[in-house]
């Protein structure tokens, strides 16, 4: 069931630089074999022929008995290069679609933020009555909004947030949700459509600038990960997509290659008359407003759980039933580990250089995960073994530690071999 209400002239608009959606597999093709994946080039070793098994043993499965198995795939780095929510935010802010926080006090936009950033971004940004900042123009203001969320820190190098759970949010990424305040989600819908036009064009490598700063200015699908999402469904997989940005911009993005906004979880703002807050809907003991739990880490978990399983409550925060759990899960940074960890078939890493992630990728315990080079300007080798004895695991206050196991077992450091 979709889980959010759309008016049909957004998706209308939507659909005119969208993808057409990849049509569900007819009843008569159950008796037809499998798809395989079509893009051969990029994969490593033998992580294609994994894939198609995978996919035909399921296949066949979900054919015979009438079930949909899940795959999730994280979005940014995952199935396309580079970051949307970056986008987003660097277009808001050279198109003037910032708007001041309420009675010009930055604290409002986030529980996390410190007085420093609040101080600091006062003193940069004009106030009085200002329906949107004038960030084109106005460069000291776009460089302290750009520097809070990209660094997070402010331009005078002070902790732009603090006192947050690291496995359950990041709010850094929150904060761009939370600068989408007193927009409607069709605005939104509309900013981030315009940006990914934008990136979409620009050559690779090209950069844009932003206050005085020079950013990244292009992103680009993975062939490869379309072609997998693509051959999933038409296998009868049901695919979602699970992202840190905000759900408006994840809509947008995964209608571009076929995925349906229903099925596209981003981090979402609670609504007041029709129009976004800088507040979030919550998940498992996380209570709408709270604003400590987005789709990061643990919280990634969390919302595939709720929104996709059904499973409400505190239940939602632990981890499912094996039979109920997806079977595919595909990620490439720390933030997607929990739910990695939970697909009970295959797990594919795009290899980032990520210290926990390519632990419990190459300590490769049950034998289910896969690790791919970066299918657009890949990683080279990293030199030095991955601190997992030590220092690869963030727990939820901020401190680093050893990368465990689940029974409790330190993973020794690994090698990097897949770049």
Not at 119 to 141: V, Y
Request: aromatic share 6%.
């Amino acid at each position: 069931m979709n889980h959010r209400l759309r008016t049909s002239a957004a998706v209308a608009a939507l659909a005119l630089a969208a993808t057409p959606l990849v049509p569900a597999a007819p009843a008569q093709a159950k008796h037809r074999p499998c798809p395989t994946l079509t893009v051969s080039t990029g994969w490593y070793g033998d992580n294609k022929a994994r894939l198609d098994r995978l996919i035909a043993d399921h296949c066949a499965d979900a054919r015979r008995k009438g079930e949909k198995p899940l795959a999730v795939f994280d979005w940014d780095n995952t199935v396309i290069k580079n970051d949307v929510g970056d986008a987003t935010l660097y277009w808001l802010l050279r198109n003037d679609r910032v708007r001041p926080p309420r009675n010009d006090d930055w604290s409002t936009t986030s529980r996390h933020l410190t007085p420093a950033a609040a101080t600091a971004l006062r003193a940069a940004c004009p106030a009085g009555g200002r329906t949107t900042l004038p960030t084109a123009t106005d460069t000291r203001c776009a460089d302290e909004i750009r520097s809070v969320y990209t660094d997070g820190a402010t331009t005078g190098g002070a902790t732009a947030f603090a006192g947050f759970d690291h496995r359950r949010t990041e709010p850094q990424y929150a904060w761009l949700a939370q600068l989408l305040r007193g927009w409607t989600t069709r605005e939104v819908e509309s900013f981030a459509a315009a940006a990914r036009a934008e990136n979409l064009a620009a050559p690779q490598g090209a950069t844009q600038r932003v206050g005085t700063a020079r950013v990244t200015g292009w992103i680009r699908h993975y062939d490869q990960q379309r072609d997998l999402i693509h051959t999933l469904r038409r296998a009868g997989f049901d695919v979602w997509i699970v992202s840190a940005s905000p759900e408006p911009v994840v809509d947008v993005w995964a209608r571009g290659i076929g995925i349906d906004p229903a099925h596209a979880i981003g981090i979402r703002n609670t609504t007041e008359r029709g129009r976004l807050t800088s507040h979030f809907k919550g998940c498992g003991t996380v209570r709408d407003g709270e604003d400590t739990m987005i789709t990061y880490i643990d919280g990634k978990r969390c919302w595939i759980n709720q929104e996709i399983l059904g499973v409400r409550g505190p239940a939602a925060e632990r981890v499912q039933p094996a039979s109920r759990r997806q079977v595919l899960a595909a990620g490439d940074s720390d933030t997607d580990v929990s739910f990695l960890r939970d697909a009970t078939g295959l797990r594919l890493v795009l290899n980032r250089n990520k210290d926990e992630l390519m632990c419990r990728a190459y300590e490769n315990g049950d034998g289910r995960w896969l690790v791919n080079p970066l299918f657009i300007e890949p990683k080279a080798r990293k030199t030095t073994p991955y601190p997992c004895a030590t220092t690869g695991y963030t727990a939820d206050d901020g401190t680093a530690r050893p990368v465990r196991r689940a029974d409790g077992s330190v993973i020794p450091d690994q090698e990097d071999t897949v770049y």
